[in-house]
Each structure stands twice: as structure tokens, then as C-alpha cells.
């Protein structure tokens, strides 16, 4: 990524297809950077020759004398290569290609090529199948958008192209000004991750919107994103949440969307926003674009109206924002500008008389007191006080809380005066908003932004894998193609990596059964060993709590009977005796190898009921302590291993340390694809965990038993 600096600020730019037709995209495109005051040099290329736009249109790409910087290619598809080829030879860096008709088609190969001839020549592309790019730095909006693009600090990545575009037409009407907007489209050699690189260490751009359909990259993209989450405020639209969704981006850009409990939390894990909406997006961006950093989250509401007061409260509750609560504070600073008749805590409600400059006093209290990190202001119109006299007091009242570094927002709700007044003062960049749950998850999301650069470690923990002894248990299964290890070798897994299991044999017969009995010791278990049953209790392959050998008798028996008629003809080769273990809180443990990702790790409520309670949290390997507690406590169940209802804490260390050699395992071993643990029996503290049932999959081609 040597030149990407002169993507945005390129010296000259030729358009390939330059039309001389006005209307058509090759000539918009033309228009548009000259339209925008771009001064570096721009060279239209038409096989006829002529001018464009007032400029000479050259015939070939070869005849110009000057160096080109980035090229726009706009001939129809059976055009490009040829296109590509030229501009390659001629030693232009970057080709934006807005061409469609490549791989969201199915015309993969075609695509191919020109990322192999561009490569060929270290031109670097980006598309096809895109609306261009527009940067601020250089003036230039080589888009076939709007050609009013306003300048300023929010850059947008964004895979879908029509989207993109309606998006630079909203940010007009928003006020949202751009420090850059680019369309990615195909994404066949630039993707989201070489521009994050970019747009972290670019100066203007103080927040990075992205619109991501299918990440093709998983590892790089986690990568770029914790880096530039460090830096600014990263807002996501991810689409594809439901199945169909994902169906209709899988078809639409051409790359796979992952799944979205997975993407969710990686997001979560990078430190990145996830809006649900455009809207949602813009408030978000416009918000965080200009406010500074809180010293302290503690926050308080100032409200000439209970009932909004109250809905902000719960929206705090919602975005996770803390309210100052020091009711002798709170008296202290607020008595002097509240009515008797009103409230000092928090909401501090200042009544439905409250007029401009009481506001201004009491926004002035919470300001000047050193623990109140932030204030939100909601107005509701009233004749005492209306929209007129609203608009000066809250234009001043907001420098005077950005000169101190404070962050403020005010929600107001009322009439048509009030919305006008609302939009101009949106323009002058005061952070007003015409809802009180958007004004609060603006604030929500600031908070959640420094919250995750002050807290987050990127180190990991790791655990160190004997792969010889993994690769010796595995060498039969991999030999034959396998897809899965058996009890026996998952149970040698787990000593490698030091997973404690209960005491076990495997009989052949149940004569064999009754004689080991005594060896593994009363009560016992019984699960079936078949290569063709994985879920035992779907099967009725397991039997519980066994206290003698009538009892393992007619176990043996029911296991048989019920296994073959679940599944006639399965294989059986005998049945595993293990120790009952002690009571304790059943949990799940998983590590997979993500297509998209790599590997994950997963943590959940555990037990037979784990797909119908779904209640499990997803991480992207390699992970660190405070990770994988954040993940666990993202649970439902976490209380459980807290201890509920008298019940001692649990080993939640135990649980830490199993994620890391189950992580550590995958991450070391690459054919193996899947790892799950359930249920990991978890005692009381200090008194570890017990897996009782292992599953291990393999990354070969054998059929997985179901
Ligand atoms: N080199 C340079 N110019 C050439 C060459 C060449 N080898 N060959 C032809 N041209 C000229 C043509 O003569 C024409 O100029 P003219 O109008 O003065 O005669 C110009 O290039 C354009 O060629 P056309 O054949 O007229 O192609 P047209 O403009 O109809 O379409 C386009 C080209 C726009 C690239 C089209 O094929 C296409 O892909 N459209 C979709 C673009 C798109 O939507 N991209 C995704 C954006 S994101 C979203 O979803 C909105």
C-alpha cells in the first residue's frame, strides 16, 4: 500500500471512456471532477478523439505525455481487459473500475484476469462494478453521483454502489459533510481493510462509516479494524442479519456474508458500532464526528418535562450510560436553579416554567462541576419558553461546553418552529436531535467508543499445543479420511491439552461392562461408542446415574435396543463407562475454524437443550482474559456461574483456561475444524471444571456422522 496516499490525492486522474455525450456515465465522471475543483491534470480517453467537457480527449492511454496517478475505466465489460492492459503498461497506479458485469454475475474469470494483468504490472484496482471514489483532500469526486458533494470529516466504505450513492445525496440533506466516500464493489484486490489503513492515519477524516455485505477477509478485516477503532469511531451497517438477507448479499456483491452472531460479535470484539440503520448511522456519525472525549461518564439529564425525563432514563439504562447519583451533590448544584416545586435528581427536572436563561443556568451548573462528565438537555415546547428563544440559548450553551471539552446533546420535541429551528442549528453543528432514544444512544455510543480504547488489550494468551502427540493420536483417522475422532482419541486429545475428563473404559461387551464396572466406580454412566451416533442422547445412547450391576444391565440393554432404532444398522462398538461426577453448572465450549474468520472461540449455556435455549456468545481466536470474560458475560446464564440464590461462585477461572487450550488447539492444529465440549461441568471455585463429552471434527472430506 506504498501509493494509496495517491489514490486520494492523485496528481492526474484519466477517465477511460470518457463520453462525449452528456448523461452517459463516462462523461458525468468527467464533469464531476472538474466540477468539484480538482486542480491536478485530467485526461479524457476516446477512441474518436475530440473533447470532453472542454479538455482534448485523448485516443489512447499511451499518447498522454504525463504520468497518470488513477485511472477511471467506464467502456462496457468486453472493453476492460484491454482497458486494463493499457493503463497497466502506461504505469498508472491505481484503476477504479466502474464497469459491471464481472464476478456479481458469475463472469469470475474475466475478473480474474484483470486483478492478474493489473498485478503483473503493481497497478492496484478497485471495483469493478463500483460508483468511484470522491476525496476530500484533493477536491476530487470522481463519482457519477451528485456532483454537490460537502466537504468535511465522516469518510464512507460502502460495498453497495446504489446505496453509496443515495447516501452522498442524504449526507447533502443531513449535513454530513465527507472527507471521503468510496465504493468498493467486487472488491477482486483493494477491499475495506487496505482503505481502513488508510482512513486511520488520514487527518480530516474524523469518523468511518462502512456498508459491508460480505467480508471476503475475515483475519485481515479483524486486523484493520481494532487498529483504526483505537484511532476514531468506526459506525457499521452490516446487512444480511436474517437468512434471506444474507442470501440476497451473498447473490448481490458476489462474496459470502457470515453468519450474524458471528459477525455481531466480532464487530462488538474490534470495537466497532453496529447501527441497524442509515439514520441511525448519520445521528451516530454527525454526533461523533464533533464531540470530545469524556473525562468521566457520569452524565446527568436536565428536563423541563417529567415524561421524557423519564424515557431518557430508560434509555440510559439501555446504552449503558451512568447517571450521577450523588443525592447531596446533585441538591447542591441544582437547588439553586431548580424550583421548589421541581426535582434535583437525576432527572433533574426544572418544570414546565422553566425558561431560556434557567436552562442555561442549570446546563451551567452541571458544567462547572468536575464529576458531572456529560449533559443531556430535553426541551418539550412550551408558550413560557418557546422554539424562538431555544435556538440562541442551546447555540451557546453548546461552545460553551465544547471550549471545556465537555460533551452535551439537547433532544427537543415540539412543533413545526421547533423543527426549523432544529435544522439550522443541526448546520452549525450543534447536537440537537427531534427524539430523545436518538439523542441518548448518540451519547450511548460515545461512550461505548473511548469505553473500548481505554479497556480494550489487544494481547492474547496462548497455550503451548504438543502437536507430535496430537498429530500421533489423529494419524489413523487422517490416514483414512475421517471426519471425526473417536471417544477414545478426543479423550486422548484432552490429556494432551490438560482438559480434565471423569474416569472411563470402553466395553466391547456387556460382560466386559460388568467386569470394569468396579474399576471406574458407582454411580456410573453408560454412552454409546458408534462412528455413526455423534449426538448420543438424540439416540438414546446414554444412560444416567447407574448404582449397581442390575441397573448396567438393563442400561446395556436399552442403549442397544433404543440406538438401532434410531438409527438401523449403525455401527456400535461397544458402550464407555465413566464416573458420575459431582453436580455443577453445565456449560458449553466450542472452537471452529470460521470460513470467513478463521478460528473462533464459543461459549454458552451448556447441556442437552443447548440448541433450543441458543444462548451462546461467539469470539474471534486469538483471545485475551478480559475477552473471553466479556464473552462468557454475554450470556444469559453467566449469573449461574456467579452463584444464584445462596449458591457458592464458581470455577469461572477454570472455564478462562479451557477456552484458551481449546482456542490454542485449533489455532496450532489446522485440520482440525471443530472442537465442542459439552457439557464442561464447572464446581465451585478453585474446585476446576470436568468435560464430559468431547466432539472433535476434522477438515477432510469423510462424511460427518450425524
Ligand atoms: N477506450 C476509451 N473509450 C472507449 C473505448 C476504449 N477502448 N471504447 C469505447 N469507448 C468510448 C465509447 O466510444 C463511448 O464514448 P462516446 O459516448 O463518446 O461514443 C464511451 O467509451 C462509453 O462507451 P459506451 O459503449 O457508450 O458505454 P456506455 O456508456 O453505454 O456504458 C458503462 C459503459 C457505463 C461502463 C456500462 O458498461 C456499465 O457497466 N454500466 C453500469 C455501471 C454501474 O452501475 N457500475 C456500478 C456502480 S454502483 C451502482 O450500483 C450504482
Given at each position: 500500500m506504498d501509493h494509496i496516499n495517491c489514490l486520494f490525492n492523485p496528481c492526474s486522474i484519466a477517465v477511460v471512456?470518457?463520453?462525449?455525450?452528456?448523461?452517459k456515465i463516462g462523461h458525468t465522471i468527467v464533469k464531476n471532477i472538474l466540477d468539484c475543483g480538482y486542480t491536478g491534470s485530467v485526461f479524457p480517453i476516446n477512441p474518436a478523439g475530440g473533447e470532453v467537457c472542454g479538455l482534448q480527449a485523448f485516443k489512447?492511454?499511451?499518447?498522454?505525455p504525463d504520468p497518470i496517478d488513477i485511472a477511471c475505466t467506464v467502456v462496457p465489460a468486453r472493453l476492460v481487459h484491454d482497458a486494463v492492459l493499457a493503463c497497466a503498461e502506461k504505469g498508472?497506479?491505481?484503476?477504479?473500475?466502474?464497469?459491471?458485469?464481472?464476478s456479481e454475475i458469475g463472469n469470475i474469470e474475466e475478473e480474474k484476469k484483470l486483478v492478474h494483468t493489473a498485478r503483473a504490472h503493481g497497478m492496484r484496482i478497485i471495483g469493478p462494478n463500483i460508483f468511484g471514489l470522491y476525496s476530500a483532500d484533493a477536491s476530487?469526486?470522481?463519482?457519477?453521483?451528485?456532483a454537490n458533494i460537502t466537504p468535511g470529516s465522516v469518510a464512507i466504505i460502502t460495498q453497495s454502489g446504489a446505496l453509496g450513492l443515495a447516501m452522498i445525496g442524504k449526507t447533502a440533506v443531513e449535513n454530513i459533510g465527507l472527507s471521503a466516500i468510496v465504493s468498493v464493489g467486487n472488491?477482486?484486490?483493494?477491499d475495506e481493510s487496505d482503505l481502513l489503513e488508510y482512513l486511520i492515519q488520514?487527518?480530516?477524516?474524523k469518523v468511518i462509516l462502512m456498508y459491508i455485505?460480505?467480508?471476503?477477509?475475515g483475519v485481515r478485516f479483524i486486523h484493520s479494524l481494532k487498529k483504526a477503532t483505537r484511532v476514531k469511531p468506526v459506525i457499521v451497517i452490516k446487512s444480511g442479519r436474517s437468512a434471506r438477507g444474507a442470501a440476497a448479499a451473498a447473490s448481490h456483491t458476489g462474496s459470502l456474508a457470515g453468519a450474524d452472531e458471528i459477525v455481531d460479535a466480532i464487530l462488538k470484539q474490534c470495537g466497532a458500532l453496529r447501527a441497524d440503520s442509515i439514520a441511525e448511522a448519520f445521528s451516530w456519525c454527525t454526533y461523533l464526528a464533533h464531540a470530545p472525549e469524556p473525562a468521566t461518564e457520569q452524565t446527568v439529564i436536565i428536563t423541563n418535562g417529567g415524561g421524557v425525563g423519564v424515557m431518557a432514563t430508560d434509555a440510559c439504562e439501555r446504552y449503558e450510560i451512568p447517571l450521577y447519583n450523588d443525592s447531596e451533590a446533585l441538591n447542591d448544584i441544582f437547588a439553586p436553579v431548580t424550583?421548589?416545586?421541581?426535582?434535583?435528581?437525576?432527572?433533574?427536572d426544572i418544570t414546565g416554567g422553566a425558561t431560556a436563561p434557567e436552562y442555561s443556568q442549570a446546563l451551567d451548573a452541571a458544567l462547572n462541576h468536575?464529576?458531572?462528565?456529560a449533559a443531556m438537555a430535553l426541551y418539550c415546547e412550551t408558550a413560557i419558553f418557546p422554539a424562538r428563544d431555544l435556538e440562541q440559548m442551546l447555540e451557546e450553551t453548546s461552545r460553551r461546553f465544547d471550549e471545556r471539552g465537555r460533551p452535551v446533546l439537547f433532544a427537543a420535541v415540539g412543533g413545526e418552529d421547533l423543527e426549523d429551528a432544529i435544522a439550522r442549528l443541526r448546520r452549525k453543528n450543534?447536537?440537537?436531535?427531534?427524539d430523545v432514544d436518538q439523542a441518548v444512544a448518540c451519547m450511548g455510543k460515545l461512550f461505548e467508543h473511548y469505553r473500548q480504547r481505554r479497556y480494550r488489550s489487544d494481547t492474547f494468551e496462548d497455550s503451548v499445543i504438543d502437536t507430535k502427540a496430537i498429530d500421533a493420536v489423529t494419524a489413523e483417522a487422517r490416514a483414512t479420511g475421517r471426519s471425526f475422532l473417536s471417544a477414545g482419541e478426543s479423550r486422548a486429545i484432552m490429556q494432551i491439552i490438560g482438559i480434565r475428563m471423569p474416569a472411563s473404559c470402553i466395553a466391547r461387551s456387556l460382560d466386559e461392562a460388568l467386569e470394569r464396572c468396579s474399576d471406574v466406580g458407582y454411580p456410573l454412566v453408560m454412552k454409546v461408542v458408534s462412528?455413526?451416533?455423534?449426538?448420543k442422547s438424540d439416540a438414546g445412547g446414554v444412560a444416567l446415574d447407574l448404582n449397581n450391576s442390575d441397573e448396567v444391565i438393563d442400561a446395556w440393554q436399552a442403549i442397544m435396543q433404543r440406538c438401532q432404532e434410531h438409527l438401523p444398522g449403525a455401527r456400535i462398538d461397544g458402550i464407555e463407562l465413566n464416573s458420575m461426577i459431582e453436580p455443577g453448572v453445565e456449560t458449553i465450549i466450542g472452537a471452529r475454524r470460521d470460513p470467513v474468520f478463521g478460528p473462533i472461540a464459543m461459549f454458552g449455556q451448556g447441556g442437552i437443550y443447548v440448541e433450543v435455549m441458543k444462548d451462546v456468545s461467539f469470539r474471534a481466536l486469538p483471545l485475551n482474559r478480559l475477552e473471553i470474560l466479556r464473552m462468557m458475560k454475554?450470556?444469559?446464564?453467566?449469573?449461574l456461574l456467579l452463584g444464584v440464590r445462596g449458591e457458592a461462585k464458581k470455577d469461572i477461572e477454570g472455564v478462562l483456561e479451557t477456552i484458551i487450550k481449546i482456542g490454542a488447539l485449533v489455532r496450532a492444529i489446522d485440520y482440525i475444524s471443530d472442537i465442542e465440549i459439552n457439557p464442561l461441568v464447572v464446581f465451585e471455585e478453585n474446585a476446576g471444571v470436568n468435560a464430559l463429552d468431547v466432539r472433535i471434527l476434522l477438515a477432510t472430506q469423510g462424511k460427518d456422522p450425524s
Open positions: 471512456g470518457a463520453s462525449h455525450t452528456e448523461g489512447n492511454i499511451d499518447e498522454i498508472v497506479k491505481y484503476n477504479l473500475i466502474i464497469t459491471s458485469g464481472f476530487m469526486n470522481a463519482t457519477f453521483g451528485p472488491k477482486c484486490d483493494i488520514q487527518q480530516r477524516t455485505e460480505g467480508i471476503k477477509n424550583p421548589s416545586f421541581g426535582s434535583t435528581k437525576n432527572p433533574i468536575n464529576k458531572i462528565g450543534v447536537p440537537v436531535f427531534p462412528p455413526d451416533i455423534i449426538h454475554q450470556t444469559r446464564s453467566y449469573p
